[in-house]
């Protein structure tokens, strides 16, 4: 059966026919799936080029509304960078919003997971370490937790002009947390 451009298939056989491909299922999943991983690959591509060691990326996350999270130890001069969905941050930060009781404890969790992915990263690099990268993976999500938590004790978490996709958040821990080092911009 051949059809002319002025005739308008109504049944799915015509429409088949129609069709140069056939023969090629679509995979829809696939098609998503694969241009998820190859947005993740640039990505990583594109944050390498600027220095930052990329690890583990979520491409699910690159395909909707993100933030972008920062944490940086003034002493020790090292940086990890997060970037988050704008949802699931959001989500985060108004549950914390709402238990200011908590918001001392967030802030001695957030120092903690910093010391402790800090320790984890020079100890992995020893020989015959016990600490292997998927220890280090676990510190890093557990900090990226804690940032999104302290990001619901400041005032990003009441302004919604500051929090919106595609927005920055950098915590900046200059010393000893007793002094009230941790800082948020």
Known sequence: MELTSNQNPTRPEQIRARSPHRNIPLNLNAAVNGGNAARA???????????????DIDATVLAGEQIFTYCCDYGTSQSWMACI??????DRIEEVRGLPNLWPEVIDVLDHDIDLLIASLRDSSRPGSTVT???????????????CNFAG?????????????GSHFLVLRCGDQSAGSIFAH
């Open 41 to 55: 690959f640039l990505t990583g591509i594109a944050e390498s080029a600027k220095g930052w060691a990329i690890s």
């Open 153 to 165: 004790t400041t005032g990003l978490a009441f302004d919604a002009e500051l929090n919106r996709p």
């Open 85 to 90: 969905s704008y949802q699931d941050f959001n």
């Open 133 to 147: 990268a998927a220890d280090v993976a676990i510190d890093l999500q557990n900090l990226n937790e804690a940032v």
